[in-house]
């Protein structure tokens, strides 16, 4: 019975990192090479305060109780407004609403679109605080932009009185990507080569664990609390998993389906996140060098802990572990000496 829950655990721990890797929010924030910022609001105003988040994805627009803020959407009309006191309301009839969904504005307007119509207010929050993706403040297009540097504007209103959000965008050359690829391979190379190292098996839960710092801080980011989410999660399973893995090393089959499957989870983190290496501009506001690292170790680390894992499991079993014949089912073949504990008599003594 404790042997079959054994095996119960990593299994359904791979199920779930099965699960856990299916598809994420609808287009969060990715990394790119290209950079937003605001360089000013004009005319200067007390009590707001904005930001470019997620390299080039979101504005977003905090605001003290007290004063009320209307962003103004593509045509001219009412599409965001944070009240006096914190409330946050989007309009359903802004055109801006609905195009914001996609971050190339590729999608259909639903009935009742219409800028020119009196807004319908609904409220998505009470922290007096906003977010969006705005396509006035990055490129629609893919690739370079061209010329490199471009300035936005943002119109919205501050208590009736008309403001601006300035800001640009310009083009920031690619990180080379290679060293986080030959780290990669070095972890990956290093454990493989080494299957029963302790210190090599560490790995497996630190780099869960960097998984889940860098997964928090990718929570943070809007419309990036279900990759963060999924982040933590995978990371936290490498981290149970490895460490369950280091405890069990005197089975190493049941040790080895521990670590593929905490392995797997590593995987499962760091592929979909791989534009980290090779894209200067990320999402998180975490040093870029820790989360290229999150990956590149995730990724090295994964891949060698699935294949030492999976070794582990095929491998067969010492022969001082499996069962002599005699000892299946109190069976005892004839001219076989009795045991110590006593067996039957031989005549012939």
């Known amino acids: 019975m404790r042997r079959c829950l054994a095996w119960r655990v990593p299994v359904l721990a791979a199920i779930w990192v099965g699960v856990l890797a299916g598809p994420a929010a609808a287009d969060p924030a990715r990394p790119g090479d290209v950079r937003s910022e605001v360089t000013a609001v004009t005319p200067e105003t007390e009590g707001i305060t904005a930001e470019v988040v997620g390299g080039d994805s ?115 050359p690619p990180a080379p990507a290679w060293p986080w690829w030959v780290l990669a391979a070095a972890v990956a190379g290093v454990r493989i080569a080494w299957p029963r190292s302790r210190i090599a098996s560490a790995g497996l839960p630190v780099a869960g664990l960097l998984v889940v710092l860098v997964g928090m801080r990718l929570a943070a980011v809007p419309s990036g609390d279900a990759q963060g989410a999924t982040a933590i999660a995978l990371g936290a399973i490498a981290v149970v998993l490895g ?80 069962l002599a014949p005699a000892q299946i089912g109190g069976y005892q073949p004839p001219g076989t000496s009795a045991s110590a504990s006593g067996g039957p008599h031989d005549p012939r003594s």
């Open 58 to 172: 979101f504005l977003r627009v905090r605001v003290e109780l007290g004063r009320e803020v209307v962003v103004i959407g593509y045509e001219d009309e009412p599409y965001l407004r944070i009240g006096v006191d914190g409330t946050v309301e989007v309009n359903d009839r802004s055109p801006a609403r609905w195009l914001n969904e996609d971050r190339l504005a590729a999608v259909d307007l639903p009935a009742g679109v219409d800028p020119q119509a009196p807004p319908d207010w609904r409220v998505i929050g009470h922290d007096g605080e906003a977010a969006w993706h705005d396509h006035r403040i990055h490129r629609m297009a893919p690739g370079r932009p061209d010329p490199p540097v471009q300035e936005w504007r943002v119109p919205l209103t501050v208590d009736g009185r008309r403001v601006t959000i300035d800001g640009r965008y310009a083009y920031v």
């Open 243 to 322: 460490l369950a893995g280091l405890a069990l090393r005197r089975r190493p089959p049941v040790q080895g389906a521990f670590e593929a499957a905490g392995g797997a989870a590593l995987l499962a983190a760091a592929l979909p996140r791989l534009g980290v290496l090779s894209h200067s501009v990320l999402v998180t506001d975490a040093p870029a060098w820790l989360d290229r690292l999150s990956v590149s170790l995730a990724l090295g680390i994964g891949v060698a802990a699935v294949v030492v894992g999976v070794r582990g499991v095929l491998a067969p079993r010492p022969a001082g572990e499996q």
